[in-house]
């Protein structure tokens, strides 16, 4: 079901200028770039600090789980490149979910925070379930911070 519901996200709705800014929204995301950005504007600690929680976690995760990054194979490559070859959990959508929680929870910060977990399937980076795990991990780290 993740490898099928990564490919229908892979193939559906798929025009260049979405991909363009699905990639420069993502390359924002980076790290929690734009989480750790909109915490420092705002001067707001506690987000900076689960923005980075969040990542640490999420890294440490990947390093013990190993999960490669999908292969669709050459009719569907990535559209984007990766910072890293694995791919459990997702740290966009880590970071994304704990920074929106973290910053107030509006509801444009989450629906923010969704398009930028979403831009890494649609971007054939990250199995849904990647994604999934990154978003669930970034709520709790928020939520228990």
């Known amino acids: 079901m993740d490898l099928a ?3 229908l996200l892979r193939t559906r709705g798929h025009w260049p200028a979405l991909e363009r800014a699905a990639r420069g929204y993502a390359r924002a995301g980076e790290n929690g770039a734009l989480w ?10 506690r987000a900076l600090r689960v923005v980075l929680v969040a990542l ?10 190993r999960r490669p990054r999908p292969d669709l194979g050459p009719e569907l ?3 984007a490149s990766t910072l890293s070859s694995l791919s459990y959990p997702s740290a966009h959508a880590a ?8 910053l107030g929870g509006s509801p ?8 930028m977990a979403l831009t890494r399937p649609y971007l054939g ?11 669930l991990l970034g709520w709790a780290v928020e939520r228990l911070s």
Request: charged share 10%.
């Open 108 to 115: 444009a910060l989450y629906c923010a925070a969704a398009a």
């Open 56 to 65: 640490v976690a999420n890294t440490a995760i990947k390093q013990v789980v």
């Open 5 to 7: 519901l990564l490919r």
């Open 36 to 45: 750790l950005a909109l915490a420092a504007v705002a001067r707001d600690r």
């Open 125 to 135: 980076v990250h199995y849904p379930s990647d994604v999934a795990a990154g978003a």
């Open 95 to 102: 970071t994304s979910l704990a920074g929106a929680g973290a």
């Open 77 to 79: 490559p990535p559209i």
